[in-house]
């Protein structure tokens, strides 16, 4: 691979905290290596700003290598920016090129607010799985792993759906900022599996109504979750979390 | 000051005893008792979630903005379990005896047992949860082959397996915390143990949102705050990952244990500059099948796929026949360092060797081309086929290093160098995983106690959940059950504003600090001091210039570190600093253990010490023993030693030839 440098302008989202009004602000950054990554380039930028008595962009982000979740940005009007199946921690500068301008803000989400910066509050998640996002199973009540076979395909479709990192890619992609995608991940993850059957019902409909209280809109099937997921949860979860509630609405003993 | 109270009886006995003998807290007086627990990975979001089912009242905070984002998350390869579904010979025994010689004769008998007893009811309690574990057509659970092991006891989910045991646990934490049973604290750093007539009774955490610092009573503490990794700046740790609750917890008195050991993975993504912020692991299940080489030529600068089969060293396999690509970190680390320092590495940093998976994808494409019952196909239809077997196997991981890398792995081999991937040492614990301060405890890969000098693969998340879900919810109890009639102290109490006063103090000390460098050069320095002198080969003089180093080091770190922003807001460089504050110390101590340890075992290679093949060489007849570090003041500390007693494993020279 060969490798380049690169001198660029970033323009950033700057917000003190969840009260002020917010602005974006413009930079310029030299030599950045085509190797590094998305954040590092972040980083170097940041260094810059401490070694000239300014403050530091702040942003989430921690296990960078593209599985905890939590880094988000908007990277030049693309959640997670321009490369496809992707989290911003392994976007890598090689997807830019010397004299770009790149455009870098929060997640846009009334559901998900400001902390600072290009921070944002995710707790809202939480709250749908806690509203039924599990099996009720105690520790300690478990038979033997092998006694309960279960169709490969199945469990192979449950972990496609169990990828999900909660990042809220979903949400922020969606003109709506709906949630559809996150809680159908979560929603088939389980109903796949013989061990979600009990709670399946009252699962959905919690969940579901979770989802509504928070704030998040309702799902017009442009696809735009599916195209920005970096974990690739296909959107046909929408369509089995949309059974899934018509059923248990019109069944559920509740 | 060590009372490692571990149960007489036989080794096979000694958990159910126990477990039958073990004094229990009736139902009506847990709800009375408070439990707090700081870092919610495997081990801290199983324990959460375990007591709060038991019906103690919970308090968990995680620095991360949510519970699910915890390290664990990235575990790639799997986990172990005794199953023996594979009829492959495994059993309790075996995995306790592997464990305790991967480790090097430097583990405790009774917790490593304990470990391999409980590990086949954590795949169930996992079935349970809905984790979708990989499975088999006949829907029975699959498993694969894992370093320093001879039979298929790894338990996998894709290369996910980390995620989804986190986020079943976290899913059960979830359900507590909409029970009642547990409240969450995310965005919270824990910054001071709390005692109260010698006894852990809460702590001081710091909300990082707002930045004020809170004090929060428990009957008890736990700490489950994973490993110390970061100190060597580059790791496959997350960025946020620190020692900060256990550094506090070990000035307040519980003793650290083991420092100098520390886990290189052989097989992560070479650094690539000095913009580096962090690395990335390939999962040590890509050893099943992707060989490991170098050119027989000093300096060859040809591509891989110029350089003809005999002229390239498979080095592992040539050294170790039996075990092959397959032998543990620790030995698959120093022998990929050997070549590279002897000029054999590859790639434009020369820092490097090749992990190759053409064999496997031409071997995988002819057993498909055999089910298809055509032995006449060409060898380029034969490759396709074998990319589409081992991209099911390994697909993500091949992504990842595409990414990353701007390479295709199906092509060209990966390139990989060893680096810091996970910690043996950590807080010292008992049998029952208390700490030398009585009521705070420690859980996972923050504790010393299950790995000795080296962890095997697939252990770590066994041991995660093997303490939260199975180990303490007993071992608490026994000793909460005298806490019956203490009734909550009130955080008026004077203890709390001292311990609050303390954290507070040493934040303005920080920010009035006003100085010129920033909290990440800092870090950086230290790494550098660290990976290079108590990395993963150390010698004497090196570790005198280290120590001598790191002290310099936090001299100008106090003096000349620039913090920006306010206390009292969101502010990650101050976050930063109070972390790396705290690495610097241990860096020291950890100095200080590799050079008081006149021997070679595990991770812990002192050049000194070796064998003429240059294997580790162990000196059981001094070193048989847990160091313990007691701190006493600044560059101060007592070292007391627990002798390790082996009734039943004999210890001989680690051989995987």
């Known amino acids: 691979m060969e490798h380049y440098n690169m001198n660029l302008t970033v323009k950033v989202w700057r917000q003190k905290n969840s009260k002020d009004k917010g602005g974006f602000v413009s930079y310029q950054v030299k030599d950045i290596s085509s190797e590094m990554s998305f954040l590092e380039m972040i980083d170097v930028l940041n260094e810059k700003l401490i070694v000239e008595g300014g403050e530091p962009i702040a942003f989430d982000h921690d296990c960078r290598e593209g599985i905890c979740g939590q880094c988000s940005l908007y990277i030049n009007g693309k959640p997670h920016g321009p490369w496809m199946a992707n989290t911003t921690c392994q976007l890598h500068m090689r997807a830019f090129k010397d004299g770009d301008t790149i455009v870098v803000e929060p997640w846009r989400a009334g559901a998900f607010p400001v902390i600072k910066d290009l921070m944002v509050d995710r707790s809202a998640f939480d709250r749908i799985i806690q509203a039924g996002g599990y099996i009720s199973v105690n520790t300690g009540n478990a038979v033997d792993g092998n006694s309960l076979p279960i169709n490969k395909d199945h469990a192979d479709a449950s972990f496609a759906a169990a990828m999900c990192i909660g990042c809220g890619a979903c949400v922020a992609a969606c003109k709506n900022s709906s949630a559809m995608l996150f809680l159908s991940a979560k929603v088939s993850h389980l109903a796949l599996l013989p061990q979600g059957e009990p709670e399946r019902k009252s699962r959905v409909l919690n969940m579901v109504a979770q989802m509504d209280k928070e704030g998040f809109g309702a799902c017009t099937n442009t696809g735009a979750c599916e195209a920005t997921c970096p974990k690739e949860i296909s959107i046909s979860n929408i369509a089995r979390l949309n059974k899934e509630y018509l059923f248990s609405s019109l069944s559920s003993d509740k | ?657």
């Open chain 2, 1 to 657: 000051m060590l009372d490692a109270k571990i149960p007489s009886g036989s080794l096979d006995d000694k958990w159910t005893d126990y477990k039958g003998h073990c004094k229990l807290v009736n139902p009506a007086n847990k709800r009375k008792l408070e439990v707090i627990v700081v870092g919610t990975g495997l081990a801290g979001a199983s324990a959460a979630a375990s007591l709060g089912e038991l019906g103690y009242k919970v308090k968990a905070f995680c620095y991360q903005d949510s519970p699910r984002r915890a390290h664990s998350i990235a575990a790639q390869g799997g986990i172990n379990a005794a199953k023996n579904y594979q009829n492959d010979g495994d059993s309790i025994f075996r995995l306790f005896y592997d464990t305790i010689k991967g480790g090097d004769y430097r583990a405790r008998e009774a917790n490593v047992h304990r470990l391999a007893e409980v590990s086949g009811n954590i795949i169930d309690q996992c079935v349970a949860q809905g984790v979708p574990f990989a499975r088999e057509y006949g829907g029975l659970l699959s498993n694969r082959s894992f370093g320093g092991t001879q039979v298929q006891r790894t338990f996998y989910a894709a290369g996910q397996t980390g995620q989804q045991l986190l986020i079943g646990a976290y899913q059960a934490l979830e359900r507590q915390v909409a029970l009642g049973n547990v409240k969450m604290y995310p965005r919270h750093e824990m910054l001071e143990v709390v005692k109260i007539d010698d006894k852990a009774r809460g702590i001081i955490a710091r909300n990082l949102v707002s930045g004020e610092l809170e004090r929060h009573f428990g009957h008890a503490v736990l700490l489950c705050t994973g490993g110390y990794g970061n100190v060597f700046y580059l790791s496959t740790n997350a960025m946020g990952c620190n020692v900060t609750a256990a550094w506090k917890a070990h000035k307040d008195g519980a003793a650290f244990a083991n420092p100098c050991f520390t886990q290189i993975h052989p097989t992560c993504i070479p650094v690539s500059g000095d913009h580096q912020s962090k690395l990335t692991l390939m999962s040590e299940s890509l050893r099943n099948d992707g060989r490991i080489w170098v050119p027989n030529k000093k300096n060859d600068e040809r591509k891989a796929i110029d350089i003809p089969e005999e002229e390239r060293d498979y080095y592992l396999e040539r050294r170790y026949p039996a075990f092959g690509n397959l032998v543990p970190r620790d030995v698959a680390s120093r022998a990929a360092k050997e070549r590279c320092d002897e000029g054999y590495g590859v790639g434009t940093s020369k820092q490097a060797v090749y992990l190759d998976f053409a064999d496997a994808i031409v071997r995988y494409g002819k057993i498909e081309a055999g089910k298809e019952g055509n032995d006449h196909m060409s060898i380029e239809d034969i490759i396709v086929l074998g990319k589409e077997v081992v991209k099911e196997k390994y697909g993500n991981l091949f992504d990842m290093y595409e990414k990353i890398t701007g390479e295709n792995p199906y092509e060209f081999p990966m390139r990989i160098y060893p680096a810091v991937h996970y910690t043996m040492g950590g807080l010292w614990v008992d049998y029952e995983l208390q700490t030398t301060v009585k009521g705070l405890y420690c859980l996972g890969e923050a504790n010393f106690s299950d790995h000795g000098a080296n962890r095997l693969g697939a252990s770590a998340l066994m041991q995660g959940l093997a303490d939260g879900y199975f180990v303490v919810p007993y071992t608490l109890g026994n000793n909460l059950a005298d806490d019956i009639y203490s009734k909550a102290i009130e955080t008026t109490h004077p203890a709390f504003a001292a311990a609050e006063l303390v954290a507070g103090e040493r934040i303005q000390k920080l920010m009035n600090i006003k100085g010129k460098q920033s909290v990440e050069s800092f870090h950086k320095r230290l790494g550098k001091i660290i990976w290079d002198k108590c990395g993963m080969a150390r010698n004497e003089k090196g570790l005198q210039d280290a120590i001598k180093e790191v002290q310099a080091l936090k001299k100008e770190f106090w003096s000349d570190v620039r913090i920006p922003g306010e206390i009292n807001e969101m502010n990650p460089e101050l976050d930063k600093a109070n972390r790396v504050a705290d690495f610097i110390e241990l860096g020291e101590l950890m100095c200080i253990d590799a050079l008081n340890r006149n021997e070679s075992c595990g991770g812990h290679f002192r050049e000194e010490y070796q064998t003429e093949d240059g294997e580790a060489l162990r000196d059981d007849a001094n070193y048989m023993y847990v160091a313990a570090w007691e701190y006493k003041a600044e560059h101060e500390w007592t070292l007391h030693k627990e002798p390790l007693i082996y009734d039943v494993v004999k210890p001989s020279q680690r051989s995987y030839k």
